[in-house]
C-alpha cells in the first residue's frame, strides 16, 4: 500500500484528519472512516462497566418488567424457584437484592417521573444504539477536536452518527442521511428534555439492560443446551 493510499492516521502515526469544512465531503468522509475506527475502543470507554444480559429468556425479561412497573415481586419470586430458571435470571435478581431495590417504594420506571438520575425514556434498541453512538462520537470529537466550537461539534457528532449507520437497499444516501439527522435531532431533544446522563446510577444501568437486553425464547435455549 502506497503512502498516497493509506488511512491518514497511519500516514501520520495516529494523529487525526484535520478538521473538515462544512463543505469538504472528501474530509468529511475522511473524518467518517477514522471515527468507525475509534468507536469500539470509545464505547468501551464510556460503557464498559455496565452489565451485561446474557441468556435471559422473553418470558424471564417479561417477568421483571411487570415487577419493575407494578412492584408486585410474585412472579419473579416464583421463577427464582424453579430450577429451570436461566443464570441470567438469578444474577440480574441478585444485584436487585443488593441494590435494595425490591419494594414497594423502589421507582424503577420513568413513567414515574422519579426514577434515579432522570433514568432514559428511550424505548426502541435503535433508539438507545443511536444515541449512545451519538454520545460516543461527540465525546471522541470535543477531546480531539478541543479548539473547534461546540456548535461545529454538535453538528459533526450528528452527521457522523447518521453517515456511520450504513446504507438501505433502495435509498439514496441523502435521502438517508436527511431522514437519520431528523431523527437524531428528535432523539437529542428527548435526551435533553430529560436531563438524562451519560451514565446513571447501579440501579438504573442494571434497570436499562434488563429492558434493551437481547433476550432467547424457550425453543432457542433448549436448542441451545442441546447443542452444548
Not at 452489565?51 to 418470558?59: A, D, K, R, V, Y
Not at 420506571?109 to 425514556?121: I, K, M, P, R, S
Request: glycine share 8%; hydrophobic share 40%; aromatic share 8%.
Amino acid at each position: 500500500m502506497s503512502e498516497e493510499t493509506k488511512p491518514w492516521w497511519e500516514v501520520t502515526g495516529g494523529a487525526p484528519p484535520p478538521w473538515p469544512t462544512y463543505n469538504d465531503e472528501g474530509g468529511k468522509s475522511l473524518l467518517a472512516t477514522w471515527m468507525e475506527d475509534q468507536l469500539a475502543e470509545a464505547h468501551e470507554e464510556l460503557y464498559g462497566d455496565e452489565p451485561e444480559i446474557i441468556g435471559l429468556l422473553t418470558s424471564e425479561q417479561a417477568l421483571l418488567l411487570e415487577a419493575f412497573e407494578s412492584k408486585n415481586w410474585t412472579g419473579v419470586a416464583a421463577r427464582l424457584r424453579d430450577a429451570a430458571a436461566t443464570r441470567a435470571f438469578v444474577c440480574v435478581v441478585a444485584d436487585l437484592i443488593e441494590l435494595g431495590a425490591m419494594g414497594h417504594k423502589a421507582k424503577l420506571l420513568w413513567d414515574t417521573g422519579e426514577f434515579a438520575d432522570g433514568y432514559t425514556h428511550l424505548r426502541r434498541r435503535d433508539d438507545i444504539v443511536t444515541i449512545r453512538d451519538w454520545l460516543v462520537i461527540d465525546h471522541v470529537l470535543r477531546r480531539t477536536y478541543s479548539e473547534i466550537g461546540g456548535k461545529k461539534i454538535e453538528w459533526m457528532a450528528s452527521w457522523l452518527t447518521a453517515v456511520l449507520r450504513g446504507t438501505e437497499p433502495g435509498k439514496a444516501d441523502e435521502q438517508l442521511h436527511d431522514k437519520r439527522i431528523d431523527y437524531i435531532k428528535n432523539l437529542k431533544a428527548s435526551l435533553r428534555k430529560d436531563g438524562v446522563a451519560r451514565t446513571g446510577s447501579a440501579l438504573a444501568r442494571l434497570v436499562h439492560s434488563v429492558m434493551t437486553a437481547v433476550v432467547i425464547d424457550e425453543d432457542e435455549s433448549a436448542r441451545l443446551k442441546s447443542a452444548g
